[in-house]
């Protein structure tokens, strides 16, 4: 086999590449580039996972390469139906992200319920005052998603003593299905929000389903920002129908100075950073070389996206 | 037996004492009457736990309580040589603040791992500014103090992965003792200090202490502010000895709007609130109701302090 060429997309250096010298010929592209230089590749990396750029290239003229990577949990940023149809092979990052995600999500929880920000606050005000806050033990939550990192969340807060629930898109042992998610959010003093961005789960969380929620509820999403109705959170935390959110995602990013949701209040505005840990480039790279190791040697991928569903499948 | 008359020290209103009505006198004072009523008081309830008024009162004449109760943790507020060496029995409120304390030093922790703090600052100036933060699971922390507080918290941790290692005051099983506690400070991603203020502990957090600590480490105090040394932990964080520090009790309380400590770089300055959970007066004053009733009925107490150690003995 000739050695084949691997396209990076990216936005900026990668590491842990140098492990497929002699084994790719490595070209490198940015956005504007790609579509040129797709017909050439057998393999594209997808290591700048904030570009929509395949999406764009890909219905283009040519051959296209037999599998795409990308250094991401969901692949709703490159995913289009010419691509979907096609035999191209999708693999993502999946197994990177689900602990330090978990954590981060414990963080936001017991944030909001020991009052932090409103501490960070006073103590900019040299202000002493006491309040109460929230004991997490014995509170229950939801997590919508049950993919690795949404169930790696749930072990999380249930190692803090959280009873928590997950609902995925059927319900299966462990798992309850769309038709409990109502009556399981009534109940919730916490909701996550870690699906994949599929169809079903576009816009799910809406001005009925804050509406749902205990007024003593809060929500976090660390999936995707179209999950989110966001003018209807905002409003919702407005009306104090729910007590407080954290968004870690957004369906614009990043977040533009003149956005309103940087002011919301009770709302807390990260830049999409629940996943990246110091050292999280190189474990994406060293993920990468292990597929390509596969790959090259014709055995079966790891990570397989079912292209039509948006996510790798199983459990 | 005569009704007993029961004295409480309390500046706010307490609950739950209704259940008494009938088989206590109860009288209220605050610390300027506290000299005067103790000779005719049976049984002294410390509610208002701020207060030094106990220590100061209590070597004066006549008789004393046979029984003082206080509302906290620590005894250090209220104890004296006098007290120490009298008859009298000294309880406190172990158990109610276990679970919350516990609880709130994993929030400081995951506040400190996900940078939360800046995310905050960064959220007021409209700035998106995506950073890398640390992975909390495998990494190890050092708790000082094997009491109740001090093992829930460990327990916590450990929920979350972080390997723990306790500190008491003698090695045992599952506890290591003080000439183990430098070893384990110079590898620690995180200290914890949680022990009760005694003449060993007084000041134990200090400048050589902060030196032998990782340039990376965290340290949180939910004990009592007099543990730690506040002008050499100031100092340990402007110099980058430690990265990071969180301080809810001090050694002046409350803290004066001209504390420098408001404004060190790099440490978190909460109320004095880690225990003190919504619903946590209730389960204060139900736990004395109980204590009372055991009492009166000249059954033994639980919760006895210790009076030369200063804390409840055990385990």
Chains 1, 2 share one sequence.
């Not at 490198?28 to 395949?54: I, M, N, Q, Y």
């Not at 969340?153 to 995925?168: N, S």
């Not at 389903?209 to 003593?216: D, E, K, L, T």
């Not at 966001?230 to 968004?247: C, F, P, V």
Request: charged share 25%.
């Amino acid at each position: 086999m000739p050695t084949p060429t691997l396209l990076v997309l990216d936005a900026e250096p990668l590491p842990r590449l140098g492990r497929l010298t002699g084994h790719a010929r490595i070209e490198h592209t940015d956005a504007e580039g790609l579509a040129a230089r797709l017909p050439r590749a057998d393999v594209l990396l997808v290591w700048d996972f904030t570009s929509r750029a395949v999406r764009d290239a890909w219905p283009g003229e040519g051959p296209r390469p037999r599998w795409v990577h990308t250094a991401s949990a969901g692949v709703d940023h490159l995913m289009c139906p010419e691509l979907a149809a096609s035999d191209t092979v999708v693999t993502n990052a999946r197994g990177i992200f689900d602990q330090p995600i978990a954590e981060y999500v414990a963080a936001l929880v017991l944030a909001m319920a020991k009052d932090l920000p409103r501490t960070l606050q006073l103590q900019r005000e040299r202000t002493w005052r006491h309040r109460e806050s929230q004991k997490i033990a014995g509170s229950r939550a939801v997590v919508v998603g049950t993919g690795p990192i949404g169930r790696a969340i749930a072990r999380t807060l249930e190692a803090l003593d959280i009873t928590t629930a997950l609902v995925g898109r059927a319900p299966r042992p462990g798992v309850h299905g769309p038709e409990d998610l109502d009556r399981l959010l009534a109940r919730a003093d916490w909701v996550i929000a870690a699906a994949p961005l599929t169809e079903q789960t576009h816009g799910m969380f809406d001005a009925r389903r804050f509406g749902v929620m205990q007024p003593s509820a809060r929500f976090v999403n660390i999936g995707r920002g179209q999950l989110v109705v966001e003018d209807a959170l905002a409003e919702a935390l407005a009306k104090h129908w729910i007590a407080g959110a954290a968004l870690d995602v957004f369906e614009s990013e990043p977040l533009t100075p003149d956005s309103p949701l940087w002011q919301v209040p009770g709302l807390i505005v990260s830049p999409h950073m629940s996943g990246d840990i110091v050292g999280w480039r190189d474990e994406l790279g060293a993920q990468f070389v292990e597929l390509y190791e596969l790959w090259a040697a014709g055995k079966p991928l790891e990570n397989v996206v079912d292209k039509r569903r948006g996510y790798v499948p199983g459990h």
